[in-house]
């Protein structure tokens, strides 16, 4: 471990004189600037390897306002298989809005696994480790953006478990009625949610429409969830539709997992999640279903 750490203290350092970055497909859109930090370490999910070239990392603080920022992003694996790199931009003074790091803020880590196409928010120190390493800055727990700049910091490890998700869903049912499709679902946990919109389309169509004219605000929190309702009036008698449930969260983001469930004409349908079981969906994952309306 200490030939691989002085390794890497080799490896940092060109990389923070000279900064690469990805092409990020999920966390876009954050400022650069000339004053940055630099945060190294590993990512995994429930101790294992993420798909290095692929997943993503971003990094996040408040923006003062009930929001957040996104100050940096990289792609996991990208310089170093199973590691991540990420530069963190401070606020430029200059601008009236803020658009990067200040001093002592919080840093929060997200993990796109693009393969599930899952978003995971490491708010819990759990889910966070330090190693002392010749060459870098020993991080602050919780992380944060320290003064001055063209630092590194690390070994800062992640892991991404499945309760770091954006949120559980306990339960989404669908009911049928005579004109109409009932859909409600319960989350247990809601993180960095702005709102769900649901989409629709029936099985000879190729692409799905919003059917939600506005979006449908969250209501519930980290510690608790809240129950949502949608009634689906404009359908016709004996056509298939499958439904979209998609979580916004407060940047805009839209993560995308498709599960199929059918069921006969006569069934209500009912999905349920164990509470002690991992398979939770994320708010920021899409749940589908596929009902027949009642003749």
Not at 34 to 63: A, P, R
Not at 163 to 191: M, Q
Not at 244 to 253: K, R
Request: proline share 3%; charged share 20%.
């Amino acid at each position: 471990m200490n030939y691989l750490s002085g390794i890497f203290t080799i490896v940092c350092f060109l990389y923070i004189s000279l900064p690469v970055y990805a092409e990020n497909m999920y966390f876009t859109g954050f400022k650069t600037y000339m004053t940055f930090n630099q945060y190294i370490g590993t990512v995994t999910f429930e101790n294992t390897s993420l798909e290095n070239g692929h997943d993503e990392l971003g990094v996040y603080v408040s923006d003062g306002n009930n929001g957040s920022i996104l100050i940096g992003a990289c792609v996991i694996g990208e310089n170093h298989p199973g590691y991540y790199m990420v530069h963190i931009y401070a606020d430029d003074s200059q601008t009236q809005a803020k658009d990067g790091a200040a001093l002592n803020d919080i840093l929060t880590f997200k993990i796109w696994d693009k393969s599930e196409n899952k978003l995971y928010v490491l708010s819990n120190t759990n889910s966070m480790s330090r190693e002392n390493t010749p060459g870098l800055n020993y991080p602050e727990m919780p992380p944060i953006y320290p003064s001055g700049g063209m630092a590194q910091y690390g070994f800062l490890h992640l892991t991404a478990r499945n309760v770091d998700l954006d949120a559980s869903i306990a339960l989404f049912k669908g009911v049928p009625g005579p004109k109409n499709i009932r859909l409600t679902w319960i989350t247990t946990c809601e993180k960095n949610l702005s709102g769900f919109r649901i989409f629709r389309k029936n099985v000879s169509d190729t692409e799905y429409s919003e059917i939600t004219r506005e979006k449908i605000p969250a209501t519930g929190s980290a510690f608790t969830g809240a129950d949502y309702c949608f009634i689906d009036e404009n359908v016709i008698k004996g056509t298939f539709y499958r439904y979209q449930l998609i979580s916004v969260d407060l940047n805009g983001q839209q993560t995308v997992v498709q599960t199929t469930l059918d069921r006969s004409v006569s069934q209500s349908f009912l999905f349920q999640v164990d509470y002690n079981r991992d398979n939770q969906f994320g708010l920021a994952d899409i749940i589908i279903f596929m009902k027949r309306i009642c003749q």
